[in-house]
């Protein structure tokens, strides 16, 4: 059983910076992909950015030049680094990891972005 955890969300002021971790347990191989998602309130679950294997990026329009992503060293983790945040950028991040067929979630992280 796969089960990824997030940690580094929490409250920052607009402007301001933060950096998810996503770590993955229980599987012997490395993910395809891994990546993460948001959902604001009132709002569907959107892409904000994913990474393969071998380190190519997709990145949403809206975060593009402000987030980046990133896979550790140790295997199935993943890192989104996040500055000049705005309060859009409110959400509860969910990691997301792929191993095919299989995909699996994280329980989600929250960020909020106010003054």
């Known amino acids: 059983q796969v089960q990824l955890v997030e940690s580094g969300g929490g409250l920052v002021q607009p402007g301001g910076s933060l950096r998810l971790s996503c770590a993955a347990s229980?599987?012997?191989?490395?993910?395809?992909?891994m990546g993460w998602y948001r959902q604001a309130p009132g709002k569907e679950r959107e892409l904000v950015a994913t990474i393969t294997d071998d380190s190519r990026t997709n990145y949403a329009d809206s975060v593009k030049g402000r987030f980046t992503i990133s896979r550790g060293n140790a295997k199935n983790t993943v890192f989104l680094q996040m500055n000049s945040l705005k309060t859009e950028d409110t959400a509860v991040y969910y990691c997301?990891?792929?191993?095919?067929?299989?995909?699996?979630w994280g329980q989600g992280t929250q960020v909020t972005v106010s003054s």
């Open positions: 229980g599987s012997i191989f490395r993910l395809n992909s």
């Open positions: 997301k990891g792929v191993y095919y067929p299989y995909t699996y």
